[in-house]
Nanobody, 119 residues
Framework: EVQLVESGGGLVQPGGSLRLSCAAS????????MSWVRQAPGKGLEFVSI????????SYRDSVKGRFTISRDNAANTLYLQMNNLKPEDTAVYYC????????????WGQGTQVTVSS
């Protein structure tokens, strides 16, 4: 059974930091690109960041560049998102998602973890 389980969300003040984790099981983690995608209240899904299978290539949406860092530990089958200098507009449910190279659609999704940035 494929599982992606996110953790690490919570309530944080503006300027604060959080580290999200996504534990993967049931598929070959290192063969998949991994992404973080978020959904703010009343809005659609929004790409945040992606990392390739070996962790050598990453990409970010412009609004999080310089503040967020995506990483992965293939030995532990875990994806991370370090989020610094958080802003209220970062408030959303954060999902991790997986897809193999060449696929346009994500194959697997987690259940999401809530991040709320508020004073």
């Amino acid at each position: 059974e494929v599982q992606l389980v996110e953790s690490g969300g919570g309530l944080v003040q503006p300027g604060g930091s959080l580290r999200l984790s996504c534990a993967a099981s049931g598929f070959t983690f290192r063969d998949h690109f991994m992404s973080w995608v978020r959904q703010a209240p009343g809005k659609g899904l929004e790409f945040v960041s992606i990392i390739n299978g070996v962790g050598a290539g990453t990409s970010y949406r412009d609004s999080v560049k310089g503040r967020f860092t995506i990483s992965r530990d293939n030995a532990a089958n875990t994806l991370y998102l370090q989020m610094n200098n958080l802003k209220p507009e970062d408030t959303a449910v954060y999902y991790c998602a997986a897809k193999r190279f060449g696929r346009s659609a994500y194959e697997y999704w987690g259940q999401g973890t809530q991040v709320t940035v508020s004073s």
